[in-house]
């Protein structure tokens, strides 16, 4: 079989849909080769991310990345979401094939970009760990373009 049960699940049965109206952070990325665009919404409390929505357009693996990674981030404390990797990910759903890790990488890009954007909004510096590959001059500011 290609997609696991837990990949084939969150596609089917997506977790945390939707936007949040009063979201605290909000961050997009999305990869001009394949397509796929992921938008993260975050609610913060504090130091914990009480709520999460997600808007995804792309596959049934984009889909089922952002589930999963909204999932392992709710309740948890913006350290610890800091800390998800598109590994993390990718190993929740009992794995992804190779050609599709790509998309594990945009969940973990969309939550650090909202992320960052919450630390702006709070007019705080954004911690080095939550700037994207090629948020630089060099690259155009570009998101998950492959670096």
């Known amino acids: 079989m290609l997609y696991s049960e837990k990949v084939m699940d969150h596609f089917e049965h997506p977790r945390n849909v939707g936007e949040l109206a009063d ?3 909000v961050g997009q990325v999305g990869n001009p ?7 993260m919404y975050l609610k913060i409390d504090g130091d914990v991310i009480t709520d999460v929505k997600f808007k995804t357009f792309g596959c049934g693996s984009a889909i089922a990345t952002s589930s999963m990674a909204t999932e392992l981030i709710k309740g ?5 979401a800091m800390g998800l990797t598109n590994a993390a990910v990718a190993e ?16 973990e ?12 909004r709070q007019g705080k510096p954004v911690p080095d760990s939550l700037k994207l590959p090629c948020e630089d001059e060099e690259h ?3 998101c998950a373009c492959g670096h």
């Open 23 to 25: 979201a605290d952070g």
């Open 33 to 39: 080769k394949c397509g796929d665009i992921m938008k």
């Open 76 to 80: 948890r404390t913006i350290g610890e």
């Open 92 to 107: 929740a759903l009992d794995g992804l094939p190779g050609y599709k890790m790509h998309c594990s990488v945009l969940a």
């Open 109 to 120: 890009e969309a939550i650090k970009a909202a992320l960052a954007d919450y630390y702006k």
């Open 140 to 142: 155009g500011g570009c």
